[in-house]
């Protein structure tokens, strides 16, 4: 079956590191996001791609990078410059355009931890 | 600017009870609606969409919810609740311009009472 996948599940960061969350697709889709999800904040966009190659920042870029050299993957990572990394990290991705391209297929997402 | 507000962030009710979830939406054009189900330490997951077809929309595990223009919303109902049915629920709408992203709610946690 397609679908995204997100790993680690859970990660621990100490203060001061860099990390790095993984999301690979294997649905074709064009399309990749990345949210952030705090609680009773529903999710916010952090960056999305919409084509190999090229990304755009969302509405909660800063400390944060990400890179898109595949079709299928879509790294995150979450940098130093990153106040409040604590958090529940989606991934999700859709096809970018055509009917049904609005669909977001979601990722088990990747919960991040700073001690 | 699009934007969808969920009304309650938490609902509880008894096991076979009416299921009733707000939502209203802002959109200065005619909306792209969705809502989606999270259980526990998971993904999101779609319930159904409205795409200006009907304007009653059946998605899965029984949902539907209803778009109204005069009122600007979009409540998703489900007659007969089950335990299962305990989870978030977020209503969202594609934002304006050709993007595809989606501006989220800010969710409302379903609890059902045996």
């Known amino acids: 079956d397609g679908g995204i996948t997100q790993s680690p599940k859970y990660l621990f960061r100490k203060e001061g590191q860099n990390v790095t969350l993984s999301c690979e697709q294997n649905l074709n889709h064009d399309a990749m996001y990345w949210y952030r999800q705090d609680p009773g904040q529903g999710l916010r966009l952090i960056y999305y791609?919409?084509?190999?190659?090229?990304?755009q920042k969302g509405d909660i870029a800063e400390g944060y990078s990400v890179s898109r050299e595949k079709k299928e993957s879509f790294p995150l990572t979450v940098t130093s410059a990153q106040k409040n990394p604590t958090a529940f990290y989606l991934c999700?991705?859709?096809?970018?355009?055509?009917?049904?391209?609005?669909?977001?297929?979601f990722g088990a997402g990747s919960r991040l931890t700073v001690l | 600017a699009q934007s969808v507000t969920q009304l309650g962030s938490h609902v509880s009710v008894s096991e076979g009870a009416l299921v009733l979830l707000r939502c209203n939406y802002s959109s200065s054009v005619p909306p792209y609606l969705f809502w989606y189900v999270q259980y526990p330490n998971q993904g999101l997951q779609l319930l159904l969409k409205y795409t200006s077809a009907a304007t009653l929309v059946k998605g899965i595990n029984g949902f539907e919810a209803e778009f109204k223009k005069s009122e600007t919303s979009f409540h998703l109902t489900k007659p007969s609740a089950h335990m299962s049915d305990a989870a978030e629920y977020f209503c969202a709408v594609r934002r304006q311009g050709g993007s595809e992203k989606l501006v989220f709610g800010k969710g409302t946690k379903l609890t059902v009472n045996p």
């Open positions: 791609s919409q084509i190999v190659n090229d990304f």
């Open positions: 999700a991705a859709n096809r970018g355009h055509g009917s049904g391209a609005n669909v977001l297929t």
